[in-house]
C-alpha cells in the first residue's frame, strides 16, 4: 500500500519551528509575526477595558490609543442603549456642532457625537477639542451633552 499524496506540497519554513544544522531552534517568522499581532491586539484590548472607569460609569477614551477610540466608537454606535447616561471623555475635531474622529480601520474621518448643551461660543470648524459629556441616543442620534469643552 502506497501513501496517501497530499495536494499541499510541504516547502522549508512551512513548520512553526525547524532544527538548523547546528541543532538549535529556528522560529518560521511568518508565526512569530503572527504571536507579536496577537500580543499587540490584546494590549490594545487591555487599555480599551481600563480605561472604562467602573466607579462612576465615566469612559475615558482620551486614555486609549487611536484605534482603541474608534472600536470604543463602533461599539457604542452599534450598542446605543448599553451606553446611554454614562459620562464620555474624548479629544476629536470640532466640525458644525459636532465631533469627528476616525473610523475602526482609521481610513476616514466620521463624525462620533453631535453636541449640545455646551453653550459659550462655537469652537472654530476643524479645531482640535476635548469634550466631557453624557452620552444620549435620540432619534437615530448619537448626541453628547457637554458638561466640558475645552479647545486645545
Sequence with gaps: ??????????YRGDTDTERSKDGKTAY??????IAFVSVLIA?????GISALDKDDDTIDMTRMSETAAAAM?????SDPSSYI??????????????IDGWDPTGCCPVQWFFLEGYGGNNPEN??????????????GQHILV???LTVL
Design 1 to 10: 500500500m502506497s501513501r496517501p499524496r497530499h495536494s499541499k506540497k510541504r
Design 28 to 33: 518560521n517568522p511568518k508565526y512569530v509575526a
Design 43 to 47: 494590549a490594545c484590548v487591555i487599555v
Design 73 to 77: 466608537m463602533d461599539k457604542i454606535h
Design 85 to 98: 447616561g454614562k459620562t464620555i471623555k474624548l479629544e476629536g475635531t470640532y466640525n458644525s456642532g459636532g
Design 126 to 139: 476643524y479645531e482640535k477639542i476635548q469634550v466631557i459629556g453624557t452620552y444620549k441616543y435620540d432619534s
Design 146 to 148: 457637554v458638561s466640558s
